[in-house]
């Protein structure tokens, strides 16, 4: 019996060892996979994000490659870096309706370039809320229900912002008019 015993604590010993063995391959394996993930999900998350480029880096991959990064001149005012001048309250109006009118919520941001140009268009709120205004009432809640129509409307508040801003200021100041909110009941 004793032999026995001796032999099954060794054959138990033996066992313990492979199971051991086996245990450790397994979370080695489980670690490499789990770190493999990770460094997958910092590149994906991370390092590969759609983050803009500053000026640092575009310049920089322009000489590497032997090319130049240039502006595009006819793209309207560009000077200084891209800066959003919120309307201090939503636009709400009704409009007239094929079938009934409608009462819409419009929340708008203008896009400026530059600090000077963020400052005119702060001071020059009133005038632009009024202009806006003035376009969105012209609208009609059927063009407004389509894509089209939403982008007509912002092209033409775009223009009557800039036309309007180049009489008071001598220039647009406005790049772009942003719906940041658009609703329609």
Known sequence: MAEDKENNKDGDLELDKSGGKKK???II???VVLLGGAAGGYFFFIAGSDAPATQEQVSAEGTKEGTEVQANPDAGPQVGSALYVPMPRPFRFNVPGAARDR?????VQLLVRGGDNEENAKM???LIES???GIFSQANADDLATSAGKVTLKQ???AAVQKVMTDVEGNKTIEKVL????VMQ
């Open 131 to 133: 202009t806006l205004l």
């Open 156 to 158: 033409q508040s775009l």
């Open 29 to 31: 394996v489980a670690v």
């Open 24 to 26: 450790l391959i397994i």
């Open 103 to 107: 009462f819409v919520e419009i929340r």
């Open 124 to 126: 020059h709120i009133p």
């Open 179 to 182: 719906f940041t909110g658009f």
